[in-house]
């Protein structure tokens, strides 16, 4: 075991893989489809690709075809009191309208995070609004909560209940503030979206860490985080003895950004047992820029938003490590930021990280990254417990 070793990336022009074992279907897309994929604008790309996964999504018979193709394996994770077929999961902001739901599960992930989703629906700002840098393997947006809003989000999830095409994994809603309101309503923002949605998914996370909507990260300030929290299990709770019958509370976490001093990171700690938090998502995207020495990333990087990918790797392992430290790994946390590797996974497990997602990873990996993620992970773990594994990097001693 090699807890923070450096990662093994496969060439661009060897049929190596991520990890140690090979994958046929990752050489194809990083050498036939990423080139062709990598000539259009990559907003187009995007939207592209979820149209045609909307369309999957539509038929069984699909679904169940590309299941069988990604064939990933199974690597069961309890965290709170929800169960995850395998730890990999799909980031928030790839299907912020939930278009294609079933296709998720299909493709191999362990649970799914929709939206982020606003009381309000709202085109989010201007294009070009997100950008590759290649040789840095990271993407850089400001989409600023593009999405159809709480309502429409709402009827669509509806659907897919009332059609059957439910997932079987679990799927969580990621939560984030309309722009016209203002951020002293933002409580209400919030709660108005989760009081929405709340018997249509299985667990949400308040995105407070965008750096796309003005003044947003502010509300990961204590008092007002704190203030969103209240109102949020109000609603929890008014929405539980509604449901009646043994229901249970919804697991709400809060998604943090990079870029939060360590005090920051543990103003939001501090709240996590008052407010009956499940879990902490690490995390956001960036508003850092590391030195680069390659023409386009700098030129990339010059624009305003949140940076993803490799770039965010080492911060956000690093922010995973100091929670579960804080927390004496008694909290669960979603290590998100960077992970296109079996190596970068790892190292988010052992830092602290139960459950894991991808966005970017996606894009420069294709759609074979989690079913090879997982097959990785399950030979890291050569036959020991998730949960030994845990956070075993961190110098916590459990108890
Ligand atoms: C285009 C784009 C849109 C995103 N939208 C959201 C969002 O709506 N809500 C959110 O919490 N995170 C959003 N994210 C952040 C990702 O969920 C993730 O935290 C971040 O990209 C780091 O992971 P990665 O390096 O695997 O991409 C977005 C990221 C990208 C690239």
Known sequence: ??????????????????????????????????PLLFLQDSERVHNRTLQGLAWMSASRELCSAMAGWFNTPGLPVEAFGLRFPNPVGLAAGMDKGAVAVPAWESMGFGFSELGGVTRHGQSGNPEPRMFRAPAEEALLNRMGFNNPGADILAERLARWHARGRWPSHPVGVNLGKSKVTPLGEAASDYAYSFRKLWGLADFFVVNVSSPNTPNLRQLQDKSALDEILAALQEVNAAEQRMAGGG????????????????????????????????GLVATNTTIARPPTEDPVARWVYRETGGLSGRPVRERSTEVIRHLYRQTAGR??????GGISTVDDAWEKVLAGATLLQVYSGLVYEGPSLPSALVTGLRERLAGAAWSEVVGSGAGVTKN
């Open 247 to 278: 229901a249970r509370l919804k697991p709400i976490l809060v998604k943090v950004a990079p870029d939060l001093t360590w005090d920051a990171l543990d103003d939001v700690v501090s709240l996590v047992a008052p407010r009956g938090l499940a």
């Open 331 to 336: 909290v669960p946390i979603i290590g998100v």
């Open 1 to 34: 075991m090699r807890p923070y070793g450096g990662t093994s990336r496969a060439g661009a022009c060897t049929c190596g893989w991520i990890g140690e074992s090979p994958r046929p279907v990752s050489w194809y897309y990083r050498n036939w489809i990423r």
